[in-house]
């Protein structure tokens, strides 16, 4: 079944200790992105990556790296976490490079930082 | 840098009535995507009109585009309370920082009554 996948699903933490949000899809798409979601902000992109090696930084990356070194995942990972980043995390990617077509969700994590 | 604007916020129905919801935007776009959100799960894409189109279907769901008044409506037709969700209006841009990248609203939350 094609899909994106993401590990964990939920997770509280404390301020400070380092964390990795997994993403997996087995669709062999070359686009991959990272969202977060707020109340009242919707969602705003935090990285995204458009092939192997190549990451760039959306509208909200502050505190947030990426990498890419396979083409299936697309960890996101906070080194010191604050408790603004507690939110609903989305994964994404999509056939082509850049967002000119559809984008696969995955089913989200949601992060609390105490 | 939010791009697209969903009116209304939040819209209640009864089962069988037709939910309309409506998307604004600001600059020149490659193409505009419809997303639904149920309650904190992800997101499901639901479809994609590009700039040079002016109205898709997609079973129950009608898209229309009119980028000379920057806007987009969808149209759910006999609406079942399975429909009760999120909707969000996204746009991919044909320039700049975010070309090519997905630009959210802060959707519209429909409710459908049995």
């Known amino acids: 079944e094609a899909q994106v996948t993401q590990n964990p699903r939920y997770l509280i933490t404390v301020t400070g200790k380092k964390l990795t949000v997994t993403c997996s899809q087995n669709?062999?798409?070359?686009?991959m992105s990272w969202y977060r979601q707020d109340p009242g902000l919707g969602l705003r992109q935090i990285y995204y990556?458009?092939?192997?090696?190549?990451?760039d930084k959306g509208d909200v990356p502050e505190g947030y790296k990426v990498s890419r070194k396979e083409k299936r995942n697309f960890p996101l990972i906070l080194e010191s976490p604050s408790p603004n980043q507690t939110s609903l995390y989305f994964c994404?990617?999509?056939?082509?490079?850049?967002?000119?077509?559809?984008?696969?969700f995955g089913p989200g994590t949601r992060l609390t930082v105490l | 840098s939010q791009q697209g604007e969903e009116d209304p916020q939040a819209l209640s129905i009864q089962e069988g009535e037709n939910a309309t919801m409506n998307c604004s935007y600001k600059?020149?776009?490659?193409?505009l995507q419809w997303y639904r959100q149920n309650s904190g799960r992800g997101l499901v894409h639901l479809i994609l009109?590009?700039?040079?189109?002016r109205e898709k279907h997609s079973g129950r769901l009608r898209v229309t585009l009119d980028t000379s008044k920057k806007s987009s409506s969808l149209l759910i037709t006999a609406s079942r309370a399975a429909d009760t969700a999120s909707y969000f209006c996204?746009?991919?841009?044909?320039?700049?920082?975010?070309?090519?990248?997905?630009?959210f609203g802060k959707g519209t939350k429909l409710s459908v009554k049995p």
């Open positions: 009109i590009r700039s040079n189109e």
């Open positions: 600059t020149s776009i490659n193409n």
């Open positions: 669709m062999n798409h070359e686009y």
């Open positions: 994404a990617s999509s056939a082509t490079s850049r967002g000119y077509n559809e984008q696969f």
């Open positions: 990556s458009m092939n192997v090696e190549v990451t």
């Open positions: 996204a746009t991919v841009l044909n320039y700049g920082g975010s070309q090519g990248n997905l630009i």
